[in-house]
């Protein structure tokens, strides 16, 4: 098989659309060194619990904090840089406390 023969050969089974891995492999080495995902991830656990026991759906939590259900499907990745507000919308919302804090 030539080398020409090869690449059409392969071409036919590339796919149309182009491949997300790059964008993926940066994404994971993000995580490793920026400690904020470590804690929105948490974060999404605690909430798709919440939202599994209240038997609420994306629908329910965005209408309850004033957004849109993508960006709840968004926080559920837990990829999401939260702001304190978000995290007291989310806190209201599905009335749990997600930060536990202390005043000296």
Do not use: H
């Given at each position: 098989?030539?080398?020409?023969?090869?690449?059409?050969?392969?071409?036919?089974?590339?796919?149309?659309?182009?491949?997300?891995?790059?964008?993926?492999?940066?994404?994971r080495r993000r995580a490793k060194t920026e400690g904020w995902?470590?804690?929105?991830?948490?974060?999404?656990?605690?909430?798709?619990?919440?939202?599994?026991?209240?038997?609420?759906?994306?629908?329910?939590?965005?209408?309850?904090?004033?957004?849109?259900?993508?960006?709840?499907?968004?926080?559920?990745?837990?990829?999401?840089?939260?702001?304190?507000?978000?995290?007291?919308?989310?806190?209201?919302?599905?009335?749990?406390?997600?930060?536990?804090?202390?005043?000296?």
């Amino acid at each position: 098989m030539t080398q020409e023969e090869a690449i059409a050969r392969l071409s036919r089974y590339q796919s149309p659309t182009p491949s997300k891995w790059r964008e993926e492999e940066e994404k994971r080495r993000r995580a490793k060194t920026e400690g904020w995902l470590k804690y929105s991830r948490r974060i999404a656990i605690k909430i798709a619990l919440a939202m599994k026991q209240q038997n609420l759906s994306r629908q329910d939590v965005a209408d309850r904090m004033g957004c849109s259900p993508q960006y709840v499907s968004r926080l559920l990745k837990g990829e999401e840089n939260l702001s304190l507000e978000t995290i007291c919308k989310l806190e209201d919302a599905l009335n749990i406390f997600i930060l536990q804090y202390e005043f000296a």
